[in-house]
Every structure is written in C-alpha cells, then in structure tokens.
C-alpha cells in the first residue's frame, strides 16, 4: 500500500444493489470479500465481526436498513413505519453498545417521517441516498480526523494504539490510525506500539496488517506489556478510539483502553481518543449509563476453534469499558480537537459547525 492515507483500504463499498465488504475474521492470513444482499447477513456480519469498528458498523447498518425495505409493500405508509422499526430494532440487536449504529438508524428513520407524503417506492430511493451519505460523510470525516491528529504527535513520536481504528473499523482512513497514516505521510519518522488486544486479537490480526501495508515502523506487543513500556518512557503518546462517548466526555472503548488511560496519567502520557461527532452522545451524561455489552465466552476460552482453558471453565467477555474524562487529554473529531471542559466545548463546537 502506498503511503499516502488517500490510498487508505476501503473495507465497505455500496455496489449498485449489494454490499461489499472486507471480511475481518478471516484477516491477517486472508482476504475474503464478501457481497450481502439481505438485512438478515449484515446482522451476522456486525455481530460476528465480519464487520467492526463503530462508523464501519454505523454504515453497514444503513445499508442493511435499505436492504430490509426495499422489498417491502408500497402501499400503506403506516404499515411500511412500523416494519422500518422493526428492522432497526433488529439490527440495533447487533451490537447495542454501539452508538454510531443507533446514530445512523435514527437519522434515517427520521428521514423517512420527514417524507412521509411521499410514494413509498420514492421514501425507498431516499433512504439508499442517506446510507450513501451517511457512508461519504464517515468517510470524509475519518480524513479530516486524520488532519486534525496529526498535529497533535510530534517528531519522531513513539505512539501506543490499542485494538483497531482504522480503514477496517471505519470503511476508510480510520479515527486514530488515521491520524497516524497522516503523520507518517508528513515524515514524521514515528513508531507505532500495537496492543494485541485480547481475546480477539483485533490489534495483532487487523492493526498490525494495515500498518505493514502502509510500511510504518511498527511493533506487536502483548497487553500486559503497556505499563511497563510507559515506566521505560518509550510511549510518548496513546491514540485510541471509542464505541460510545458521553455529554461529559466519558468513553466507552475496546476493553482493556481504560487501564491505559491510568497508566498514561500515572506516568504524564498524553492520552488522545480519536472519534466522528456522531460518536458523542449529548443525551447520556455520563459513562456510568452505558450501556454494557458482553459476548461469548467462546472467545476467551478458546481460539480458532481450539480450547485453551479447563473445559467449561467460567469466563468473562465484556467488549468494552469506560474511561472517565478526567483521563482523557483531548477528543480528535472531525469538527477539531477537543479539550476539558467537555460538555461545555462539545457544546460550543456543535454550534460553530
């Protein structure tokens, strides 16, 4: 892959009639494209994984609503609302955590009773145009945080990323890696540490596959290995991502991101959490009313198949934890950096843009 961010891996595309996208389970040792054609797959999709990354699951979402209408009758608009809330609903079941997949439901649900005069079959063709939207925003967005970002990491800087933020988590360029794609094609001379990122692995398998393709120095480690390189002060700054992000500026991330966050305030660290605006939830006021999302204990107990614990041993899964503000250094979006006070600059910014 080339340097430049331009040349970023586009991990979803609309294709006429159907959705592409690049299968994750299958990565590093392959490259599986899959083509989705009915709402039912891209609900297996998100909650397999095949896709992941908020904006990415945002979009695909989208176009698994239009794939779930556009067979639907064009003769009762009553009738065709209460299935479209019915098919949202079902795809929120995904992955309920998530913002970015409610965020995008909403938006075109809402869409759809502003044109509710309208022909069905015409409200159909509407709801195509604002998933492809809401797909060319995320997409342009992830670039511009890649701009803003890559202000923020100087020279020769050693940066530790956890989980994945990039291309495969966004259709695009990414949140944090896009930061870090921008900074390198600036020569920079930066080095990325990569969290592995257990149980499933998305910093070894997905992270470190799309930082070799783009040729930035890079290197694996294991989670547990975090503190102790911020201790040596080979970390200079962390750039994660989030899943859900509250009015207060608390952060719901990839589970393992809030104990980073400590040790970077522990040991004077920068601590960036890069994200699109729609991540931010100004409704929820604070991290202790997310919602909580914990998956199969498969994942832990075992790996591609194989068991590596006591047979039927008991494990935990949660996807995710929560990062209290008073942790986090600043919010890249694309809209600008943001700093504390939170609430009262997400605030100031919205009203700017």
């Known amino acids: 892959m080339s340097n430049d961010s331009d040349a970023a891996i586009q991990s979803i595309e609309w294709r006429e009639d159907h959705l592409r996208i690049l299968d994750q389970t299958y990565l590093p040792g392959r490259e599986v494209y899959s083509d989705i054609r009915d709402v039912g797959r891209i609900w297996e999709a998100i909650q397999k994984e095949r896709i992941r990354g908020a904006s990415a699951i945002g979009i695909a979402a989208a176009y698994g609503l239009y794939l779930g209408i556009k067979e639907l009758p064009n003769d009762s608009f009553h009738s065709f609302s209460i299935e479209v809330k019915r098919l949202s609903e079902y795809l929120e079941s995904a992955r309920p955590s998530v913002r970015n997949l409610q965020w995008s439901l909403n938006r075109i649900q809402k869409t759809i009773q502003a044109h509710e005069e309208k022909e069905i079959a015409e409200i159909k063709d509407i709801v195509l145009k604002t998933a492809i939207t809401i797909d060319d925003e995320t997409k342009r967005g992830c670039k511009k945080i890649g701009e803003y970002g890559m202000d923020l990491i100087p020279k020769k800087a050693r940066i530790l990323t956890h989980a994945n933020t990039?291309?495969?988590?966004?259709?695009?360029?990414?949140?944090?890696?896009?930061?870090?794609?921008?900074?390198?094609?600036?020569?920079?001379?930066?080095?990325?540490?990569?969290?592995?990122?257990?149980?499933?692995?998305?910093?070894?398998?997905?992270?470190?596959?799309?930082?070799?393709?783009?040729?930035?120095?890079?290197?694996?480690?294991?989670?547990?290995?975090?503190?102790?390189?911020?201790?040596?002060?080979?970390?200079?700054?962390?750039?994660?991502?989030?899943?859900?992000?509250?009015?207060?500026?608390?952060?719901?991330?990839?589970?393992?991101?809030?104990?980073?966050?400590?040790?970077?305030?522990?040991?004077?660290?920068?601590?960036?959490?890069a994200a699109p605006f729609s991540t931010i939830d100004m409704e929820l006021q604070a991290g202790d009313a997310f919602s909580h999302e914990e998956r199969e204990s498969e994942e832990v107990t075992h790996f591609e198949g194989t068991e590596i614990a006591p047979s039927k041993v008991e494990a935990y899964n949660p996807a995710f934890d929560i990062t209290p503000n008073k942790y986090i250094t600043a919010y890249i979006t694309e809209k600008g950096i943001v700093k504390p006070p939170f609430e009262q600059n997400f605030k100031e910014l919205l009203k700017r843009n």
């Open 166 to 273: 990039g291309s495969l988590a966004t259709g695009k360029y990414g949140t944090a890696l896009s930061a870090i794609f921008q900074a390198h094609k600036n020569n920079t001379d930066l080095k990325v540490w990569v969290s592995e990122t257990r149980p499933l692995l998305q910093g070894a398998r997905l992270t470190a596959w799309e930082l070799k393709n783009a040729e930035i120095p890079m290197t694996l480690i294991t989670d547990s290995t975090a503190g102790l390189l911020m201790h040596q002060k080979e970390v200079d700054l962390i750039l994660v991502g989030s899943d859900h992000i509250a009015a207060n500026g608390d952060s719901a991330g990839k589970v393992g991101t809030y104990p980073l966050a400590v040790l970077a305030k522990e040991n004077n660290i920068p601590f960036y959490v």
